[in-house]
C-alpha cells in the first residue's frame, strides 16, 4: 500500500516564475493537505482540498493556489516565486475533511527560489 | 486554538528514557494532544495521541495530568534512530487541529548520542 507520494523530490526556480507540485494521497484517502516548512521551524497550513474544493486557507496570499481532482491527487501551484518561498512543501492526506481521522504525511518536495 | 510550549532541544544517550514536556495552559475543553515526530527532510510522523490520563503504544507514553495543561512525552529507552524533532500539537478534533488543520510549533529537537 504506497504512502502519500510526492513529486518532484527537489525543484530549484528563478524569482518570479510559477511552479506546480503534485501529490497522490494514500490509498482510501480523500483529503488533501498542503504544508510549508522554512528551515528550522514547523510546518504551517497551506490549505487543505475535500471533494475538489478548498475548504480551509491558512494564511498564505493568492500566489499560492490548489487544484484536487477526481482520483484525489493535488496540486499546489505558486505564482512569482519570492526567494522567501524557499521551503519543504508537505503534502498530508487523510479520510474526511474534519480532522477525526490521522494524517498522513508525504517525504515532501524541496523547493529552492534563487 | 491552544498554543504549545516546548524546550527547543534535549540531548540524551542511548538506552536512557526520554521524556519531553509541552506546555499548553489555554487548553479547551475538546482539544486533544497529539505528537508528531520528524525526521530530517522527511514529512512528520504520528506517534501517540491522549486525552487525559495516561495512554501507551508500542512506541512511546503520553502522560496528562489532571489539569490537562501540559503533557509528557516518554520515549523508553531511546536509540540513535530516535534522534528528531517532536511536535506536541493541541487541537479542537480527535487527531489533531480543528477540521483537519494541524498547528505545529516549533518543536523539540532530540539528539541522542552514542
Known amino acids: 500500500d504506497a504512502g502519500v507520494t510526492q513529486s518532484p523530490t527537489h525543484l530549484i526556480k528563478t524569482r518570479g516564475q510559477q511552479v506546480t507540485l503534485r501529490c497522490s494521497p494514500k490509498?482510501?484517502?480523500?483529503?488533501v493537505s498542503w504544508y510549508q516548512q522554512a528551515l528550522g521551524q514547523g510546518p504551517q497550513f497551506i490549505f487543505q482540498y475535500y471533494e475538489e474544493e478548498e475548504r480551509q486557507r491558512g494564511n498564505f496570499p493568492d500566489r499560492f493556489s490548489g487544484h484536487q481532482f477526481p482520483n484525489y491527487s493535488s496540486e499546489l501551484n505558486v505564482n512569482a516565486l519570492l526567494l522567501g518561498d524557499s521551503a519543504l512543501y508537505l503534502c498530508?492526506?487523510?479520510?474526511?475533511?474534519?480532522?477525526?481521522?490521522?494524517?498522513?504525511f508525504g517525504q515532501g518536495t524541496r523547493l529552492t527560489v534563487v | 486554538l491552544a498554543k504549545t510550549t516546548q524546550p527547543i532541544s534535549m540531548d540524551s544517550y542511548e538506552g536512557q528514557e526520554v521524556n519531553i514536556t509541552c506546555s499548553h495552559n489555554?487548553?479547551?475543553?475538546?482539544?486533544?494532544i497529539t505528537w508528531y515526530q520528524q525526521f530530517p527532510s522527511q514529512g512528520p510522523r504520528f506517534i501517540i495521541q491522549g486525552y487525559k490520563t495516561k495512554v501507551t503504544n508500542e512506541v512511546a507514553s503520553l502522560f496528562i495530568p489532571a489539569d490537562r495543561k501540559s503533557s509528557t512525552l516518554s520515549l523508553p529507552r531511546v536509540s540513535l534512530s530516535d534522534t528528531a524533532v517532536y511536535y506536541c500539537?493541541?487541537?479542537?478534533?480527535?487527531?489533531?487541529?480543528?477540521?483537519?488543520?494541524?498547528?505545529f510549533g516549533k518543536g523539540t529537537k532530540l539528539s541522542v548520542k552514542p
Open positions: 498530508a492526506s487523510s479520510l474526511g475533511w474534519e480532522g477525526n481521522t490521522e494524517a498522513f
Open positions: 490509498s482510501g484517502h480523500d483529503t
Open positions: 500539537l493541541v487541537g479542537g478534533m480527535n487527531y489533531g487541529g480543528s477540521q483537519g488543520n494541524l498547528i
Open positions: 489555554n487548553i479547551a475543553t475538546n482539544d486533544y
